[in-house]
């Protein structure tokens, strides 16, 4: 009886453990790398660099960034520097948080995705809200 308790156990465990899949780690099915310029309000280049996207099932993005900061500008946000990235994909719209460790400082890159472009607003948001904004563009390499 001890044994047969044992088994049952054993396999209910194992059933258990089998059944548990985390579709947000799954290995992604695409890959992009984008060539990346970001502008301050009045169109002057503030950030350059490129990132890489990779397309999962359940429309979750994840990634790696590296943008190097373009003359003396301030008041941009964490978009200087490198990380990792999370965003997501409806349709032709996409959204990036080059900041996910963070719940407040965040750079955010949201546009339009059409065939090898990525283009739109990043905005730095605070706790106050959207502290600074422009517009980006990527360009698939």
Same mark, same amino acid.
Do not use: F, Q, R, V
């Given at each position: 009886m001890k044994t047969?308790?044992?088994s049952i156990s054993g396999l209910l465990?194992?059933?258990i453990f089998s059944s548990c899949n985390d579709n947000g780690s799954s290995s992604p099915s695409t890959?992009?790398?984008y060539l990346y310029k970001s502008y301050d309000s009045t169109g002057s280049l503030i950030a =350059?660099? =490129?990132f890489t996207v990779n397309h999962? =099932?359940?429309g979750e993005l994840t990634g790696r960034w590296n943008f190097q900061q373009r003359g003396s500008h301030s008041n941009c946000g964490p978009q200087f520097g490198s990380?990792?990235?999370v965003g997501g994909i409806d349709e032709d719209i996409m959204w990036i948080n080059l900041n996910p460790q963070m719940a407040d400082n965040n750079c955010y890159l949201y546009g339009n995705r059409n065939r090898n472009m990525f283009s739109g607003e990043w905005r730095w948001t605070t706790f106050s809200g959207i502290t600074n904004k422009g517009p980006f563009t990527a360009t698939m390499k």
């Open positions: 047969l308790i044992i465990a194992i059933s890959s992009d790398t =350059e660099g =490129e999962h =099932e359940s990380g990792n990235l």
